[in-house]
């Protein structure tokens, strides 16, 4: 296989219009004209159907939901029920949030099995920027809630006193650990099945007729892709929730 024809270049980062501003390289790059059309498409999901559905009706066809309004009213049920069933009541103001997350997730995921294009989540720097961003806000959040207490996350419940400083150190480095765990889990997913697609679309192209086999595998790899692609967006949103919760209500 050619340097060309590596399963590794679909991951490089290429940048589209050089800026510079104090020394510091922020050019825009087909990631990040990924993440905008990520963006762009999320809004105009979920807004085009409500805009249309607050038109004046001329038609009984009219007063029954799109197929895209259904798909957006299950994506809203989805996460509020995800959010329930984690945090509580309490955590519906984090709505916003989880659904940003998902969502945005979800979308490059998705976008990113389309040919020619380019998947941002299988960057760990991105998926660190949100993981970072995430443990940012519940650390803030656990410590507006409770103040100095919030430092009692690190005690476990009925544990002897002798067993402290052995477990205390253990849980402070689990939780900062927390957004190397999330950002890793997702950029290691998208970007091995990403190039074990792009391995076994190499043997169906050199291989010609008897490419076959391959080519039945891709597309059932394909499917197992798209699978995962939801499935890594439902548990950054999940783990997102937890930690929500564990700053809402400590132990």
């Known amino acids: ?131 970072l961003g995430v443990f940012i806000f519940v650390t803030v959040l656990g410590f507006v809630k409770h103040g100095i207490k919030f430092f009692s996350f690190f005690v476990i419940p009925g544990l002897p006193w002798y067993m402290l400083p052995l477990l205390i150190p253990i849980e402070i480095i689990s939780y900062l650990s927390r957004p190397i765990s999330l950002s890793v889990r997702l950029f290691a997913n998208m970007l091995a099945g990403h190039t074990l697609l792009k391995v076994f679309a190499g043997f169906v192209s050199a291989l010609g007729l008897l490419g076959i086999l391959p080519l039945v595998f891709i597309v059932a790899l394909t499917g197992l892709e798209i699978l995962i692609a939801f499935l890594q967006a439902y548990v950054f949103a999940i783990l997102t929730c937890l930690y929500i919760n564990d700053a809402l209500h400590l132990h």
């Open 1 to 131: 296989m050619s340097k060309g024809d590596s399963p590794l270049k679909q991951f490089e980062i290429k940048p589209l219009v050089d800026l510079e501003l104090f020394g510091i390289d922020i050019s825009f790059t087909n990631s990040s004209l990924w993440m905008v059309i990520t963006t762009i498409l999320i809004l105009a999901f979920f807004s085009l159907p409500f805009l249309k559905s607050n038109k004046k009706t001329n038609s009984i066809d009219d007063l029954y939901p799109s197929r895209i309004q259904v798909a957006a009213e299950l994506g809203f049920n989805f996460i509020t029920n995800l959010i329930e069933d984690t945090v509580g009541k309490e955590g519906k103001k984090f709505f916003p949030l989880v659904f940003s997350l998902f969502m945005f997730i979800l979308f490059g995921n998705i976008l990113g099995m389309v040919p020619y294009s380019f998947t941002f989540t299988s960057h760990v720097i991105v998926t660190f920027a949100l993981a």
